[in-house]
């Protein structure tokens, strides 16, 4: 994890990259509030989950809003899971050298995203952990150590109560929101 100076004088306004496991043009709720709201100074980008039965991979891209650039990427049916991550990172990694990001914020809204995006080099990292995730149905079964692996690299964590009072926080995290 990268390490930042701050300087109480200057202002932070480096790129946001968002993962989400939300579509933004599902239902305007928190994630659509926040990084529209981050858009005003900064450039935002969500990279949403992928959409399969792409004859061939790529990413479809939305501006929705003002400053906030959605990603959505295309990928084929059927693929093993290894070669879906690897590619899905490979798009991520395609994306945002197109998009000349290099200082940024990572925005998790999912652990889902670390095996694809895990490698990046944030200058900080954000879980806004909205939901119990894996409480849902047909949760992956990987999906709580994935949890851990972003608590444990997570400069802040956002998290509402019900989902605060069914873990706690890592001993060393720096910011624990609820």
């Given at each position: 994890?990268a390490?930042?100076?701050?300087d109480?004088?200057l ?34 980008f ?30 084929p ?5 290894g ?15 197109r998009e ?17 995006a ?10 806004d ?30 998290t ?6 069914l873990?706690?926080p890592p ?8």
């Open positions: 994890m390490q930042m100076t701050r109480p004088g202002r932070m306004a480096s790129d946001l990259v968002c993962f989400s496991h939300l579509r933004w043009s599902w239902v305007y709720q928190r994630p659509q509030h926040l990084m529209t709201r981050a858009a005003r100074d900064r450039r935002v969500v990279f949403e989950e992928p959409l399969e039965g792409a004859s061939r991979p790529g990413i479809d891209v939305s501006h929705p809003a003002s400053g906030v650039t959605v990603a959505t990427p295309r990928l049916s059927g693929l093993p899971n070669e879906r991550i690897l590619l899905q990172r490979d798009l991520l990694d395609a994306f945002m050298g000349n990001i290099r200082h940024f914020t990572a925005w998790f809204y999912t652990p889902m995203a670390l095996p694809f895990g490698h990046l080099e944030p200058e900080l990292t954000v879980y952990c909205m939901d119990e995730l894996s409480a849902f149905a047909g949760a992956p079964a990987d999906l709580g150590a994935l949890e851990r692996q972003l608590f444990n690299r997570s400069d802040i964590v956002f509402h109560e019900p989902v605060a009072r873990r706690e001993a060393d995290i720096r910011s624990w929101v609820r």
